[in-house]
């Protein structure tokens, strides 16, 4: 059974800090990964994709990615209290491109 | 720039009755997953579908879950005699029909309560 594997938090950050997300995954042959941000009662949001080893820049956040340690990451730079949510990771499951998510690290970010 | 779809956002419904959830991709995709999230839960998969086809449907319930993507119209997930233990949210998300990525990008959900 494939597995992602998120500490559930919560996180505490001070507000212009680096958020810092880990992510574990089981499946040695995962090729690609996501980072979703999922307010309170709202839907996820797609933020981040990675598929090669290393790091993926996108504005103020960054994937990194280590296959070798089977090991996903999110940094969030210059943290802001908008940016208070859970964060999902999710690796495909399969050849049909179905999504295994992790049970998501819950961010507060502190003004 | 229309998004994912879907109808109702919220739903209420007595043990035994049907729920029908439904989902309009986002333009130009032709691929629909559709998540369940429990309370306190993360999402699961339940089944992938293509236009007129069933792709995988390996994270359905075996009894009582359907669900189809006709040629025209919406995807539709249906529930037949619901039990309080289906009370969650019901996400749908759309991928485009080329390449390997899979991105996917979800839609508000629908809130389904059953009393």
């Known amino acids: 059974q494939k597995e992602v594997e998120q500490n559930s938090g919560p996180l505490s950050v001070p507000e212009g800090a680096i958020a810092s997300l880990n992510c574990t995954y089981s499946d040695r042959g995962s090729q690609s990964f996501f980072w979703y941000r999922q307010y309170s009662g709202k839907s996820p949001e797609l933020i981040m994709f990675?598929?090669?080893?290393g790091d993926k820049e996108d504005g103020r956040f960054t994937a990194q990615l280590n296959k070798a340690s089977q090991y996903v990451s999110l940094l969030i730079r210059d943290s802001q209290p908008s940016d208070s949510a859970t964060y999902l990771c999710?690796?495909?499951?399969?050849?049909?491109?179905?999504?295994?998510f992790g049970k998501g690290t819950k961010l507060s970010v502190k003004p | 720039n229309a998004g994912v779809m879907q109808n109702p956002r919220h739903l209420v419904r007595r043990r035994g009755q049907e729920a029908r959830l439904r989902c309009s991709p986002m333009?130009?995709?032709?691929?629909v997953y559709w998540y369940r999230q429990l309370p306190e839960e993360g999402l699961k998969f339940m089944v992938y579908l293509q236009k007129e086809n069933i792709i995988d449907e390996s994270g359905m319930p075996k009894e009582r879950f359907s669900a189809e993507f006709p040629k025209e119209g919406p995807s539709i997930l249906r529930i037949q005699q619901v039990v309080r233990g289906d009370s969650a949210a019901y996400f749908c998300?759309?991928?485009?029909?080329?390449?390997?990525?899979?991105?996917?990008?979800f839609g508000p959900g629908t809130r389904l309560t059953v009393t």
């Open positions: 998300a759309s991928s485009p029909p080329t390449g390997w990525s899979y991105e996917q990008y």
């Open positions: 333009k130009g995709h032709s691929h």
């Open positions: 990675i598929y090669s080893n």
């Open positions: 999710a690796v495909v499951g399969g050849s049909q491109g179905n999504l295994i």
